[in-house]
């Protein structure tokens, strides 16, 4: 178990190492919410971002042993984000208190409890392009929430965005993110498109794909709306749906975001 252990602490170094040695550019600061990747800002140094789920809501409908089962979880999903240079910033999540309910069988079940928690590093990377931008971002999510709530063990990953903008109205970017947890490898890639509407309000529409280790492959795609009430404060509201398989899975919520 302790060697594993120190493996695992190695594996999270390295990635820490490989984000401090990469030449930077700092991007203009954005919120990472919403959305399943992760934006190229970096938060200002002094400055600290809060971005908080009012709640983040999962819903899934599947048939066990004949019987229909529908389970429904809300989370108040939270993030800080603090600068500690130009082009690096210190990131401290956590799942928050959250909800659960299943049905089955006419029978509910509802539990309470608190989710896991995470640490991350995320470095802007140098592309000398005014209209490309790159972040990466390393990170760790430790299993320490209740049994409904957690991931049971520690989620280590190595993430990275790049973001093109065509013009004022119309951005791309791809997030690619490859985790290890207890010695299984998973990679997600999520191409997203974000727009804007016209004065506050802009939107995104993402395609989330993932593949893990002796699983199928997963497919989902997600979209949802920003309103910027200035440039300290965001609202946002965001639906998803996986694709794949017969079960039924849906995600959701509605967010607020503010910079100190």
Excluded: C
Excluded at 7 to 24: E, G, I, V
């Amino acid at each position: 178990m302790l060697s594993h252990t120190m493996k695992t602490l190695q594996t999270f170094t390295f990635m820490l190492a490989a984000t401090a040695t990469a030449s930077t550019f700092a991007a203009d600061f954005s919120f990472d919410r919403p959305g399943t990747g992760f934006g190229t800002g970096i938060t200002p140094v002094g400055k600290l971002a809060w971005e908080q789920g009012l709640p983040s809501v999962s819903y899934s409908e599947a048939t066990v042993d004949g019987e229909k089962e529908r389970i429904t979880t809300l989370n108040g999903d939270m993030l800080l984000r603090t600068g500690l240079a130009k082009d690096l910033e210190l990131q401290l999540g956590w799942q928050g208190p959250a909800w659960y309910q299943k049905k089955r069988a006419g029978v509910k079940t509802e539990k309470n409890g608190l989710g896991d928690v995470s640490i991350g590093l995320k470095k802007a990377i140098n592309l000398n392009d005014d209209s490309l931008s790159m972040a990466v971002l390393a990170q760790a999510v430790i299993a320490t929430g209740n049994d409904e709530f957690t991931a049971h063990d520690d989620i280590y990953s190595l993430g990275s965005t790049v973001a093109y903008d065509y013009s004022d109205l119309l951005e791309t970017s791809i997030t690619m993110i490859y985790e290890v947890q207890n010695s299984n490898w998973a990679v997600t890639a999520v191409p997203t498109l974000g727009y804007k509407f016209g004065g506050k309000w802009s939107g995104f529409s993402e395609f989330v794909y993932r593949k893990a280790e002796s699983q199928d492959y997963e497919y989902g795609l997600g979209t949802g709306v920003i309103y910027a009430l200035n440039d300290r404060t965001q609202f946002d509201a965001s639906v998803g749906v996986q694709l794949n398989g017969n079960d039924r899975n849906y995600t959701g919520g509605f967010g607020i975001s503010y910079l100190f």
